[in-house]
């Protein structure tokens, strides 16, 4: 069974950072997607980084430049690295895990953007 805990979120004025670390249990991590979701109020999740198990990345043009995924597979853990936030970050941030066969959610953190 696959758990993912996210950690990291928080309150931070606009153009600061955080880092978003998500642990995931269960074998094979090495070999999942991971990726990092978010959803503001009144809007549809969407995606905003993904690593895939061999290191390439793809990240949302919206966070593109102010945003890395990183993955760090002898401690089964995926971080999002955020510089330079905007007030429109402000979101729940998911954590992601694909494996053959089936998908899992972390339960999200909340990072609130401040003027």
């Known amino acids: 069974q696959v758990k993912l805990v996210e950690s990291g979120g928080g309150l931070v004025q606009s153009e600061g950072s955080l880092r978003l670390s998500c642990a995931a249990s269960?074998?094979?991590?090495?070999?999942?997607?991971m990726g990092w979701y978010r959803q503001a109020p009144g809007n549809q999740r969407e995606l905003v980084a993904i690593?895939?198990?061999?290191?390439?990345?793809n990240i949302a043009d919206s966070v593109k430049g102010r945003f890395t995924i990183s993955r760090d597979n002898t401690k089964n853990t995926v971080y999002l690295q955020m510089s330079n936030l905007k007030l429109e970050d402000t979101a729940v941030y998911y954590c992601y895990r694909n494996d053959p066969g089936f998908s899992s959610w972390g339960q999200g953190t909340q990072v609130t953007v401040s003027s």
């Open positions: 690593i895939t198990r061999s290191g390439t990345t």
């Open positions: 269960g074998s094979g991590f090495s070999s999942a997607l």
